[in-house]
């Protein structure tokens, strides 16, 4: 059983450096997730895609953010010049198209910039 | 989608029922009720969702007041693996795009 994994799992960078995560979602999956935790929070979602193509972006995601599912397999979340107000889990979660989908989390990407 | 209100943390003896109350007063009749929880450092985990009727799965029973405005998640023997924040969300049919999680409930299972 291949569930949706993430990678790197922990990432540490300085102020002002782009980073880029990877997501893999469950392989029969269409719907792909990205969300943000801080600390004592619940998730934030912050877009997702149907296939490759991207259905929905929140107000949480700056123009410093961008997130990509080119063939509608993987994902990537990059953030450019980060700050140390993005320091948070990166989740990502997959889910099928139909019916009443539940989302299936991965273990999530912790970024720490300093 | 529809708010939840949970107790902010509830303490549950080993081999004990975890009875965890959720408040969704604002419920709509196309919204479901979902439960995820999300153990210390990890992604969340799904455990069960409905819509009216209660719901039972290997893991947790999920029981929905006939007015639909609150629900119960049961874990009918906890473990210590148990320990975890327990967020109960509402989604609409219609609107599966995201979830609202909330703060949840801490479950502290004690020896």
Redesign the interface.
């Known amino acids: 059983d291949t569930g949706?994994s993430q990678n790197p799992r922990h990432k540490i960078t300085k102020r002002g450096q782009n980073v880029t995560f990877r997501c893999d979602p469950i392989s029969e999956h269409n719907r792909l997730?990205w969300y943000r935790q801080t600390l004592?929070?619940?998730?934030?979602?912050l877009t997702?895609f149907q296939n490759e193509a991207q259905?929905?972006k929140?107000r949480l995601l700056s123009d410093r953010f961008s997130a990509e599912r080119p063939k509608g397999s993987f994902s990537t979340l990059e953030i450019q010049r980060t700050e140390q107000g993005d320091s948070a889990m990166y989740?990502c979660?997959s889910?099928l198209d139909r019916g009443?989908?539940?989302?299936?989390?991965?273990?999530?990407t912790?970024l720490t910039v300093t | 989608d529809a708010k939840t209100t949970q107790p902010t943390s509830m303490d549950c003896a080993e081999g004990r029922a975890a009875n965890l109350p959720c408040n969704h007063s604002t419920i709509s009749g196309n919204e479901?009720v979902?439960w995820y929880r999300q153990i210390h450092?990890?992604?969340?985990?799904?455990i069960i969702?409905g819509?009216k009727n209660n719901e039972t799965n290997e893991m947790a029973s999920l029981i929905i007041t006939e007015d639909r405005k609150s629900s119960t998640l049961i874990l009918p023997h906890a473990t210590l693996r148990d320990t975890a924040?327990y967020?109960c969300i509402v989604r609409s049919?219609y609107n599966?795009?995201?979830?609202?999680?909330?703060?949840?409930t801490k479950l502290n299972v004690k020896p």
Request: net charge negative.
């Open positions: 949706v997730y004592g929070q619940g998730p934030e979602f997702y259905l929905e929140s989740l979660a889910s009443a989908p539940e989302q299936y989390f991965g273990p999530g912790r | 479901y979902y450092s990890q992604g969340p985990q799904y969702h819509l924040v967020y049919l599966f795009n995201k979830f609202y999680f909330g703060s949840g």
